[in-house]
Nanobody
C-alpha cells in the first residue's frame, strides 16, 4: 500500500518562504504525475502544482512565479518551494497523484500558516 508523508510546514510571515517535502512509499512512483494540493479552512481541496514524470511542471495562476514543484524519483520525494508567501496561502498542504482517477489515500498533510 502506497503511503504519502508530507513535512516542512510551519508559521511564516508574509513574504517569507517554506519548502515542503512529500515522500512516498511503494513502487512505481516515477511513472505518475504528482501534485501538491491545499485545503484552506472551510474550502475544498485544490490542486496548485503538478510535476509530470517527464519533469514538466504546471501551476495554477495564483501561485505561478512564487511556487516551484520538483521531484526526485530516486528518493520518491516531491518538493514544493514556496516563496513570497501571502496570507491567503494559509492552508493544509497535501501531495498526491495529480490525475483525479489515480489519487490514492491522503496523508496527514502539513500546515502552512502565513501570518504577521
Amino acid at each position: 500500500q502506497v503511503r504519502l508523508v508530507e513535512s516542512g510546514g510551519g508559521l511564516v510571515q508574509p513574504g517569507g518562504s517554506l519548502r515542503l517535502s512529500c515522500t512516498a512509499s511503494g513502487s512505481m512512483f516515477s511513472i505518475y504525475a504528482m501534485g501538491w494540493y491545499r485545503q484552506a479552512s472551510g474550502k475544498q481541496r485544490e490542486l496548485v502544482a503538478t510535476v509530470y514524470s517527464s519533469g514538466i511542471t504546471d501551476y495554477v495562476d495564483f501561485v505561478k512565479g512564487r511556487f516551484t514543484i520538483s521531484r526526485d524519483n530516486a528518493k520518491k520525494t516531491v518538493y514544493l518551494q514556496m516563496n513570497s508567501l501571502k496570507l491567503e496561502d494559509t492552508a493544509v498542504y497535501y501531495c498526491n497523484r495529480a490525475r483525479p482517477s489515480a489519487v490514492i489515500s491522503w496523508g496527514q498533510g502539513t500546515q502552512v500558516t502565513v501570518s504577521s
